[in-house]
């Protein structure tokens, strides 16, 4: 079974630009997080999706920040336009069921760099 | 409010010998707690949780974790460190019932095992 996948591993961009980030989560799972992580801080929660549905988008840090999950599979998460704060990974998390106990499983991350 | 402390940036143990990684927590009822850990260009892999039930849960690569609720903690634990365990180690907590699957993360702990 494939896992969560991103795309893309690393991006470098100067401040005033436009990135899109891509998610893919484990097959048939209706869960999807975004989670950041600025250097040597904690992994922050960003939002989170059933489906197509945003549950929950009070991590979502302003309105510079738009995701999207067309047809309940892939997400993306775009930043426009970009501050050099938006440094960090940026990781994706999916998960089976909604429940509490339930094991969110993430991806490998993918690193943005703003200059 | 809902919140780790990994107190430790970094813990260093020669290999062979017994490793402990710190974890406490703050956070509103019961709590579901989960250890992650990122090997280098990976992403967060999930080691281990505890739901309810025994204090000691045993997980992933002979890792287990206490769950102490009296000390709010949840420390991970493995009798005997390989070269290879060493990675950045995140603990994580969501509160029971919680309708929101939102994580909270620690900082992270670097454990380096020398040969």
């Known amino acids: 079974e494939a896992g969560v996948t991103q795309f893309p591993s690393h991006s470098v961009i100067e401040k005033g630009q436009t990135v899109t980030l891509r998610c893919d989560p484990i097959?048939?799972?209706?869960?999807l997080y975004w989670y950041r992580r600025v250097m040597g801080k904690e992994i922050k929660f960003l939002l989170h999706f059933v489906k197509e549905s945003k549950q929950d988008e009070s991590g979502m840090p302003n309105n510079r920040f738009l995701a999207e999950r067309t047809g309940g599979t892939y997400s993306t998460l775009k930043v426009q336009p970009a501050e050099l704060e938006d440094s960090g990974v940026y990781f994706c998390a999916s998960s089976l069921y909604r429940g509490s106990t339930d094991t969110q499983y993430f991806g490998p991350g993918t690193r943005l760099t703003v200059l | 409010a809902q919140s780790v402390a990994q107190p430790e940036d970094q813990v260093n143990v020669a290999e062979g010998n017994p490793l402990t990684v710190k974890c406490t927590y703050s956070?509103?009822?019961?709590?579901?707690l989960f250890w992650y850990v990122q090997y280098p260009n990976r992403g967060l892999q999930f080691l281990l949780k505890y739901i309810t039930g025994d204090n000691l849960v045993k997980g992933s690569y002979g890792f287990e974790a206490e769950f102490n609720k009296s000390q709010t903690s949840f420390h991970l634990k493995k009798p005997s460190a390989l070269v290879s365990d060493s990675a950045l180690y995140f603990c994580?907590?969501?509160?029971?019932?919680?309708?929101?699957?939102?994580?909270?993360f620690g900082r992270g702990t670097q454990l380096t095992v020398w040969p």
């Open positions: 956070v509103s009822g019961n709590p579901y």
């Open positions: 994580a907590v969501r509160a029971a019932g919680s309708t929101l699957g939102r994580l909270y």
């Open positions: 097959s048939g799972h209706d869960n």
